[in-house]
């Protein structure tokens, strides 16, 4: 039996809750809910399966991937869109961040042999969905209209990685990993 695992950065509270906040307004004031089936995060390594039995290994390599990786800077600036169905926090394409994000695949792909990690070698374009693709078409305009020129500023350090793990319908976080503590700052 194999489980469904992907690799993400969650923020910390209270981005957290703020986030929550806008997914659960889309879901009431649009009908979107699908975004609420997984925490906000950045995804770093797109869904993949693994053996059940084999999960302690997976833990085990992640950690030693954790081990590896620096803290990287993470800023959130207003929303973007992919049209005519997502719409999502924009999160700043900063050379941490993608450093960070080609040391997650590339361990993924070298020491765990997940070679979907390349699935069509699409650019990172780091995100947080807060309306996913049940966000009707007829909807989109009126919703990318309140979103599209609203603010939202936040900004944190990593200090761990997130395995998520999909249970029944929904993503929950199944492990933490500890990212050494760097010296720059925020």
């Not at 780091?126 to 209209?145: C, G, I, Q, S, Y």
């Not at 933490?176 to 720059?184: L, Q, V, Y």
Request: glycine share 4%.
């Amino acid at each position: 039996m194999k489980g469904k695992y992907f690799i993400a950065i969650i923020p910390p509270s209270p981005i957290f809750e703020e986030c929550l906040a806008i997914k659960e307004y889309f879901r009431d004031h649009y009908g979107s809910k699908r975004a609420l089936r997984s925490p906000s995060h950045i995804t770093l390594h797109m869904p993949f399966l693994w053996r059940a039995d084999r999960e302690s290994d997976l833990l085990d390599h992640l950690k030693q991937c954790a081990e590896q990786l620096s803290p990287a800077d993470i800023e959130l600036k207003g929303f973007g869109c992919f049209a005519p169905r997502v719409i999502f926090i924009h999160v700043e394409n900063t050379e941490p961040l993608v450093q960070m994000q080609r040391q997650v695949r590339k361990y993924c792909r070298e020491e765990l042999n997940l070679l979907n990690a390349d699935f069509q070698e699409k650019p990172f374009h780091p995100h947080m969905t807060v309306a996913f693709r049940d966000l009707k078409k007829k909807d989109f305009p009126a919703a990318w209209n309140e979103f599209g020129s609203k603010s939202f500023d936040a900004r944190f350090r990593t200090t761990h990685v997130t395995l998520l793990k999909h249970e029944g319908l929904k993503w929950e976080v199944h492990a933490n990993f500890e990212i050494p503590t760097g010296s720059a700052e925020l």
